[in-house]
């Protein structure tokens, strides 16, 4: 039988919820202070909100006939019928706390639904939204993923990402401290990013005990900053045999216990200008996973933990930092 290598969050759902469960995107109509003004209007450099949003979602739709919708595209294709709706537009937690708490909980009333992820950024967590996420995760499951995207001052400023580092650290722990789930998103393979700058932010994050990993190869998409900067010659995106190394050594760095929720992540074919790999998703797995079986490597194996600690770790909805356990509710049969 083939060694399990990195803990995956299609094992972590089944492991926790006892069957089944497939993530559906939504769109919540949210804003990004990196937008609105309040730091800037020119958002991210790499970033274009149309380019991560979900494949079905139309104009006008609301957020319960996406949900609707996607959860009868999903059973339909997968045969599942529980159900993990995802906010990914971008900052969840920027707005009326009031209005996210009754956002999320008409979500959680939908058939199926088991619980709810969302993305926010390291900025927007203040107590008020910290105060429905707590209340919220006492009874269901809330997973809050973070856009840190590195934990490198100065690549952070060349993203104009308007935040720092210690921000990012900083909000993990606030979450942790609440019992709340986080997981990490981190972009792999920017300009001027290097293997030191990544295995380092591996094991800040490993540190930090987040429940969860997101990682992105960085890729140029249409109308944005770094795609200008690329029609310059300013840099040449890395190999897809690059980010696979990268992307090993970050998991080597990484706790066993920690979920990896995506080694790789794409625009639509007609937003991506480079690279071409980067359209290959099951390619660029597939390449990272035969790295990691060539290199006998796993996750958290230079932290000095054995492959065997992937199955004895108990599943990551436990591993929140200060708080133990957190309240699931699994659908009826």
Known sequence: MQRLRLRKLSGFLTDTFGRKVHK???VGGFSCPNRDGTLGRNGCSFCNPAASRPAGRREGMSVHRQLEEGCRYIAGRYGVSAFLPYFQDYTTTYGDPSELKEL???VLRHPGVVGVSLCTRPDCLPDS?????QELSGRTFI??????QTLDDDLLRDMNRCHTAEQSLAALQRLHRRGI???AHMILGYPGQTMETVLEDAMLLS??????IKLQNFHVVRDTPMESRFRRGEFIPQG???YADMAIGFLELTDPGAVVLRLSGQAPADMTVAPSWSLEKS?????IEAGMEERDTWQGKRLGFPVEALEEIPPAAGHVGEAETIAVTPPPE
């Open 181 to 183: 789930m986080s997981a």
């Open 24 to 26: 559906v995107g939504l």
């Open 240 to 242: 897809m045999e690059e």
């Open 129 to 133: 939204v910290l105060d429905v996420l």
């Open 283 to 287: 390619l660029i797995i597939r390449t």
């Open 104 to 106: 999320l909980s008409s």
């Open 143 to 148: 997973w809050v993923e973070l856009g840190i």
């Open 207 to 212: 540190a930090s005990g987040t429940a969860g």
